[in-house]
């Protein structure tokens, strides 16, 4: 992203910066969607609220640190899964894989997310029986994209582990 913003604006302190402005703006969109999604319009706004003013999004995409899409895609994550398990919409599943995918691109200690998402929908799964048996393609689907896109950096991690861990370490 900051490829393309630099594409834009030269290779300059307000591409960086802009990048992470940017994935601030729409994990705080992200947040009233979901929220709302769950809970309604008004957790939807408290949601938002709640994003808007933390300490990660006003720091983080204020400075142009790459971490700023950890919220974004923990988020996003978060909504697409809601959006599958209630649903069972094969492009939520589709999409869940691709963004889980995709945020391994972005931030080295998102690697870590990859276990906790498992674990959540292990807990749901255990809990509803009938959500495995109901939602297995699905889950397939989004194991298949999420590997599909996170095959270079799993490649990367096997091949030069202390590059890919080095900022987890």
């Known amino acids: 992203l900051v490829a393309l913003a630099e ?3 030269g290779q300059t302190v307000l591409a960086v910066r802009a990048t992470s402005a940017y ?4 994990t705080v969109a992200l947040s009233y969607v979901v929220g ?3 809970f309604g319009p008004s957790m939807g706004l408290a949601a938002a609220a709640l994003m808007a003013f933390s300490r990660w999004d006003i720091s983080f995409s204020r400075i142009g640190m790459q971490g700023e899409s950890t919220p974004l895609f923990t988020v996003a994550v978060f909504g697409l899964t809601v959006l599958a398990l209630r649903n069972g919409y094969a492009g939520a599943y ?3 894989g691709l963004v889980l995918g995709a945020s391994l691109w972005f931030y080295g200690a998102n690697v870590f997310f ?3 998402v498992a674990a959540g929908l292990a807990v749901v799964m255990a809990q509803h029986r009938a959500y495995l048996r109901r939602h297995a393609s699905g889950l397939g689907l989004a194991l298949g994209g999420m590997l599909l896109v996170a095959a270079p950096v799993f490649a990367d991690a096997i091949a030069r582990p202390q590059v890919v861990f080095n900022r987890a370490e």
């Open 23 to 26: 994935a601030g703006i729409v």
């Open 36 to 38: 709302r999604q769950l």
């Open 7 to 9: 594409a834009v604006w």
């Open 94 to 96: 589709a999409g869940l």
């Open 114 to 116: 990859l276990p906790v």
